[in-house]
């Protein structure tokens, strides 16, 4: 979500800008292109500016699709600024809140843990990691961070390793375990002398770097279109060819679910769900030149969007509400058997 690429190699304070002007053009993505532009600005050195950014969201009128996610960012961002009453207030009320996204809890734990807040990052990643993944039979791969920020701040508090620690090492992937990857005397090593360590510590981050590409290089989610009840109507009244694809709303969420499920069944990893809405779909159709009725454009529409970050997670986490905007929760509506 960050931006990675060096502050000497990128106009960050341009970037934001660009992003700022996109988010005015399509007020739809404007949460997910704000929530960039601030990460710019704070890699600039604007960190005042990003927390404008931060407020202009939390303070719109729209609702939110990741409110915990933004004031998390805001009070990492704050922190870092010597606003550490006000950061500390928005951690203990994203706390409060136990937000089913793993990203928040991630986002606090690390502003606690790398201001030497080592006992609250643990409680924060703890209590995160209990509520996400007690009982889930296979930790989604969103919650990986979860486990290993864990992991890595009880190393650093000398703790015996339970249960999750164990999960933990049992999904780590990197020839270098955890336990040599978060061992607390890995700094020192940074100013030997002995050749042999420092190439060690050499391998050691070439296998972190090896993880963290890994991580950035996933494929996006194979993700399958979703439209609200409103959108649909607009849909098959505007163009009504697409009626055979869409004979009704209802068949229209059945059939998401079942070809969700089918994919899972057949072991395709990475499933998720993004919601259209027919002016960005009819923009989507302009910009190849092709008639909305085209059904062709669905599946290219539907990956557009998943590669612009706009995919949810599909099965949603224990307890989160359904996908379809019931409101109901997953397991009562279309996560029942």
């Not at 960039?36 to 729209?62: I, K, N, V, W």
């Not at 296979?138 to 999750?164: C, F, I, K, N, Q």
């Not at 969700?260 to 190849?288: C, D, K, Q």
Request: with cysteine; proline share 8%.
């Amino acid at each position: 979500m960050r931006p990675d690429t060096p502050a000497e190699n990128v106009d960050h304070t341009a970037e934001a800008a660009r992003l700022e002007r996109t988010a005015g053009l399509y007020p739809e993505d404007a949460e997910h292109l704000l929530l960039q532009a601030a990460a710019h600005l704070e890699l600039s050195g604007d960190r005042p500016g990003a927390t404008t950014l931060y407020d202009r969201l939390l303070a719109s009128g729209t609702p939110l699709e990741k409110p915990y996610l933004v004031r998390a960012l805001k009070a990492s961002n704050l922190w870092e600024y010597d606003h550490e009453a006000e950061a500390r207030a928005i951690i203990d009320g994203v706390r409060a809140a136990a937000p089913r996204d793993p990203a928040p809890w991630v986002i606090v734990a690390e502003a606690l843990e790398s201001h030497d807040e080592l006992e609250a990052a643990q409680d924060t990643f703890t209590q995160g990691t209990v509520l996400l993944l007690t009982d889930v039979p296979e930790p989604p791969y969103s919650t990986l961070p979860l486990l290993v920020g864990r992991h890595r701040v009880r190393r650093m508090l000398g703790a015996a390793h339970d249960e999750w620690d164990a999960l933990a090492d049992t999904l780590h992937s990197s020839p270098i375990s955890l336990d040599e990857l978060h061992d607390p005397k890995r700094v020192w090593s940074l100013g030997s002398d002995n050749p042999a360590e420092l190439q060690a510590e050499i391998s050691r981050l070439q296998a972190e770097l090896s993880a963290y590409r890994e991580a950035l290089s996933r494929p996006f989610p194979v993700a399958v279109l979703h439209w609200s009840a409103p959108e649909l109507a607009e849909l098959t009244a505007s163009y009504p060819d697409l009626t055979t694809e869409y004979p009704s709303h209802e068949e229209h969420l059945a059939t998401i679910e079942a070809s969700l499920r089918e994919l899972a069944t057949s072991g395709t990893p990475n499933l998720g769900i993004v919601t259209a809405t027919v002016p960005s779909y009819e923009a989507f159709a302009a910009s190849e030149a092709a008639s909305p009725s085209d059904t062709i454009l669905l599946p290219q529409y539907a990956t557009t969007l998943a590669a612009r970050g706009l995919a949810v997670a599909w099965p949603p986490q224990r307890g989160s509400a359904c996908w379809c905007g019931s409101g109901a929760a997953y397991g009562e509506c279309h996560g029942a058997e």
